[in-house]
């Protein structure tokens, strides 16, 4: 296969793996929760057509290897039918992560689920979104951070304003962390926000890197090439 075959597959959710003549199906869903049926059905998948191996990926979506190049339009159709989305892989936004928040979570402070819902229907900011390099964005609930928000290119938790007198429930952001071999921390921006004013950030966030980066450059070496100070002022901080 050729690189361009590979990238319209990858675009897919279907990445070649080490293995010669297979491929890896990467899966997602909304806020990270497959529902009973989704499970079965991607189990299903991997008895006919993998090797029953389902690998859960760091962004809280799951993988079926051992997939054939010839079965994947099969494959591709039935996680359709189930309801679940293709995974992502490559220059784009990766698949949001989320801990339950307060859904269910006894440290949970904001609804982690709704904030996601929002960024993709509200923005339209989604996974496989292109843009110049990977990108991610993590939800938790409170300050413990379960989804590492300070080594994402947009890392958010619920946190109480303790300069607010009413000690209002808001949301901590910070900017500019990734992974991979040269990792960055984010820094915390100073305030609390609201969660419509958290949607404005990531939307601009997002429209500035997508229009500034250059092709393989994460957000945290664009910050470092225009400077801190004009960064936030071009985000509106």
Known sequence: MNNMDQDALRKRGFLRQKQNGFFILRTRTTEGNYNADQLSAIAGISKEYGRGIIHTTIRQGLEVPFIKLEDIDKVEKMVHAAGIEMGASGP???STTSCPGNNWCKSGLIDTFGLFKRIEKELDIRCS??????FKIAISGCPNTCTRAQVTEIGIHG????KDRERRVGYAVYLGGCGGRNPQTAFKL???FTEDEVLSLVKRTVEFYKRDAKPRQRLALLIEEVGKEKFLREIGC
């Open 129 to 134: 979104m292109d843009l110049p390099h990977k």
């Open 92 to 94: 784009g936004l990766r």
């Open 159 to 162: 946190q109480i304003d303790t």
């Open 190 to 192: 100073e305030r609390v």
